[in-house]
C-alpha cells in the first residue's frame, strides 16, 4: 500500500505539473553537424521545467541550454568559459532556413548524381521532404512511438501516465527541433517520457538523445530559474549563423616618411 506522501505527491503530479517540475537524468547525446563530424557525450542532467520553459545542465561542467517559450529564445551558456550565445526562435529559424536553402540549391546543380543522393538523405535527416509528411503515433501500454513517413522513427519512449508532462519535448518543439506533424503527436503521449530515444535537431547538430530519467520532483518554479547566469559574456555559437562584421579601425593619420631610405632620388627632366 502506498503511504499518504506518495499518494499526494502522484496526485500533485498528475493534477498540476505546470506549477513546476525537476527532473535527474542520465543521457548519452549523439550530435551530427551537417558535415557529418559526430561527437558522442555521457552524462547526468539536472532539467528544471515550468509550462514550456525548460533549462537542461550538464552537472558535470554546469553547461546550461535554457529554452524559453515564453521569452520565444534559446541559450547555450558555458559558466566555465564564461560566455553564451542566445538567438530568438525566429533568428535561429532564419539561419536554419538559408543553411537548408543553400543546401537545396546545390542539389539541384548536382542533378543525377551520387551527390544529390547524399544530399537527400541529408536533408531527411532535417526532416526536409518534397512533399508533407506522414506522422504516425503508436501506443503499446507505456511505449510511444512516433514515426515518420512509415520509416523514421522520431521517438520511442516508456511514458508515467501519473505525471502530466512531455518533459523537454514541448520546449524543444517551440524551439522548432522537431517538424510541425511530429510536434503535434506529443500532445497524445499521455505522460512524462521516463526512458528511450529521441531525435532531433538543435541549431543545425542532428541530436540523438538516449535518456532515463532517475528522480522526478514537483516544485514551484521560479522564472528567473531559466534567466542566464550573470556576467557571461554574448558571442556567436561556433557554426551557427555568422560573427558580426568587423572593420579594421581607420588610421587617424598617414605620413610618408623615406627619412631611412635616404633622400629621393633627383627628379629627372625632359630634354
Given amino acids: 500500500m502506498k503511504s499518504i506522501g506518495a499518494l499526494l505527491l502522484a496526485a500533485a503530479l498528475f ?19 551537417w558535415l557529418g563530424q559526430k561527437r558522442e557525450v555521457q552524462r547526468k542532467e539536472s532539467v528544471v521545467l515550468k509550462g514550456s520553459n525548460v533549462a537542461v545542465t550538464d ?13 520565444k529564445t534559446i541559450a547555450l ?3 566555465l568559459g564564461g560566455r553564451y550565445s542566445e538567438y530568438t526562435f525566429e533568428e535561429a529559424a532564419a539561419v536554419r532556413k ?18 544529390e543522393k547524399e544530399i537527400d538523405a541529408l536533408l531527411e535527416g532535417y526532416d526536409q ?6 506522422v504516425e503515433l503508436k501506443s503499446e501500454k507505456a511505449r510511444r512511438e512516433v514515426i515518420l513517413n512509415g520509416t523514421f522513427v522520431r521517438l520511442s519512449v516508456d511514458v508515467d501516465p501519473k505525471v502530466r508532462s512531455s518533459g523537454t519535448l514541448a520546449a524543444l518543439a517551440a524551439a522548432g527541433a522537431f517538424h510541425p506533424a511530429v ?11 521516463m526512458t528511450g530515444k529521441v531525435r532531433y535537431v538543435l541549431f543545425m547538430d542532428r541530436v540523438v538523445e538516449e535518456f532515463e530519467v532517475t528522480s522526478v520532483k514537483a516544485r514551484e518554479v521560479a522564472d528567473s530559474e531559466f534567466d542566464l547566469p550573470k556576467g557571461l559574456t554574448k558571442v556567436p555559437l561556433k557554426g551557427f549563423g555568422r ?5 579594421p ?9 623615406f627619412s631611412d631610405d635616404g633622400p629621393p632620388p633627383p627628379e629627372k627632366k625632359d630634354k
Wanted: aromatic residues 4%; charged residues 35%.
Fill in 183 to 193: 510536434a503535434e503527436k506529443f500532445k497524445d503521449l499521455g505522460g512524462l517520457p
Fill in 77 to 79: 551558456a558555458d559558466p
Fill in 15 to 33: 493534477q498540476d505539473p505546470a506549477q513546476g517540475l525537476e527532473l535527474e537524468r542520465t543521457v548519452r547525446l549523439t550530435t551530427i553537424d
Fill in 129 to 134: 521532404f518534397p512533399a508533407a509528411p506522414g
Fill in 98 to 115: 538559408g543553411a537548408l536553402d543553400e543546401l537545396r540549391s546545390v542539389k539541384g546543380r548536382v542533378a543525377g548524381t551520387i551527390d
Fill in 59 to 71: 552537472l558535470t561542467f554546469g553547461e546550461k541550454l535554457i529554452l524559453r517559450a515564453d521569452r
Fill in 243 to 247: 560573427p558580426p562584421a568587423r572593420k
Fill in 249 to 257: 579601425a581607420k588610421p587617424s593619420e598617414f605620413k610618408r616618411d
